[in-house]
């Protein structure tokens, strides 16, 4: 399998009328993925800090999105790491995304069982707070990949 290199990177992507190459397809899909996560955010948020219809048509979408997401963008980001020259899994900035990942991952892991069982132990508005921080972090990571 042919390795992206920074250079390659840089050119455009194919000619028009052809098929795009493996590093667009891989770097589209993280990015639908990566707007699957936000968007789950915000349904959770939806669902959290509002009353009545919101909640109701929020409430199938968001587990959906947040956790399609999810692994969409660990699955896509994981093969990009792998097929692209300089990139490795253990760069630091990849082991950053892997610890937000864990974190934003387990506290909506718990909000959706919150959600589900009507838990009223713990603030659903503190961990929708937890996941978008992690997520923004996550999505900050991912633009200025810092020591790459």
Same mark, same amino acid.
């Given at each position: 399998m042919a390795k @992206? #290199?920074?250079?390659?990177?840089? #050119?455009p992507s194919a000619a028009p009328g052809t098929v795009p190459r493996v590093y667009e397809w891989l770097?589209?899909?993280? @990015? @639908?993925?990566a707007f699957m996560v936000v968007t789950g955010v915000a349904a959770y948020g939806v669902l959290v800090f509002n009353d009545g219809a919101a909640v109701k048509a929020a409430l199938r979408p968001a587990p959906v999105l947040w956790n399609a997401g999810a692994a969409g963008v660990l699955v896509f980001g994981v093969w990009l790491a792998l097929y692209v020259d300089g990139y490795g899994l253990l760069d630091g900035w990849i082991i950053a995304a892997f610890v937000l990942w864990l974190i934003a991952g387990a506290v909506g892991g718990r909000l959706e069982r919150a959600l589900r069982e009507g838990d009223d132990s713990v603030n659903p508005r503190l961990l929708v707070g937890l996941m978008a921080l992690a997520t923004t972090l996550l999505l900050i990571d991912m633009i200025y990949k810092p020591g790459a």
């Amino acid at each position: 399998m042919a390795k @992206v #290199t920074e250079a390659s990177r840089s #050119t455009p992507s194919a000619a028009p009328g052809t098929v795009p190459r493996v590093y667009e397809w891989l770097l589209f899909l993280h @990015v @639908v993925a990566a707007f699957m996560v936000v968007t789950g955010v915000a349904a959770y948020g939806v669902l959290v800090f509002n009353d009545g219809a919101a909640v109701k048509a929020a409430l199938r979408p968001a587990p959906v999105l947040w956790n399609a997401g999810a692994a969409g963008v660990l699955v896509f980001g994981v093969w990009l790491a792998l097929y692209v020259d300089g990139y490795g899994l253990l760069d630091g900035w990849i082991i950053a995304a892997f610890v937000l990942w864990l974190i934003a991952g387990a506290v909506g892991g718990r909000l959706e069982r919150a959600l589900r069982e009507g838990d009223d132990s713990v603030n659903p508005r503190l961990l929708v707070g937890l996941m978008a921080l992690a997520t923004t972090l996550l999505l900050i990571d991912m633009i200025y990949k810092p020591g790459a």
